[in-house]
């Protein structure tokens, strides 16, 4: 069980939005580890159908990269790192700083 942050790319790697998203976060339970959950979760929002934030922005010829994985995130941590409105500042692709930030989630 995860909670993962999705960064969106153009073709050429650069930091990209769909409209003023430039991330998602999402949550992910069904595989054997993590890693293999997130994965699962990356291959259905490229196919199109894992969010329609996510399908848009494919549709409009973006890519999709997981950024950052909380290990044993849950629904709730989904839904807090959500309201906290800061995506960018979360993400290690477009902030350095990024690490520094909920780094409880997912062991409190
Ligand atoms: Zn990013």
Same mark, same amino acid.
């Given at each position: 069980?995860?909670?993962?942050?999705?960064?969106?790319?153009?073709?050429?790697?650069?930091?990209?939005?769909?409209?003023?998203? %430039?991330?998602?976060?999402?949550?992910?339970?069904?595989? !054997?580890?993590?890693?293999?959950?997130? *994965?699962? =979760? #990356? @291959?259905?929002?490229?196919?199109?159908?894992?969010?329609?934030?996510?399908?848009?922005?494919?549709?409009? %010829?973006?890519?999709?990269?997981?950024?950052?994985?909380? !290990?044993?995130?849950?629904?709730?941590? *989904?839904? =807090? #790192? @959500?309201?906290?409105?800061?995506?960018?500042?979360?993400?290690?692709?477009?902030?350095?700083?990024?690490?520094?930030?909920?780094?409880?989630?997912?062991?409190?």
């Amino acid at each position: 069980m995860s909670v993962y942050l999705i960064c969106f790319r153009a073709p050429d790697g650069e930091k990209a939005h769909y409209k003023h998203a %430039g991330h998602y976060i999402g949550f992910a339970d069904r595989g !054997e580890t993590p890693q293999a959950s997130v *994965e699962a =979760r #990356l @291959r259905e929002h490229r196919a199109g159908y894992g969010a329609a934030l996510t399908r848009a922005a494919v549709d409009s %010829g973006l890519d999709l990269v997981v950024s950052r994985i909380w !290990e044993d995130g849950t629904k709730d941590d *989904e839904w =807090r #790192l @959500r309201c906290r409105s800061e995506n960018p500042r979360l993400c290690p692709f477009c902030n350095p700083e990024a690490y520094h930030l909920a780094q409880g989630v997912g062991h409190d």
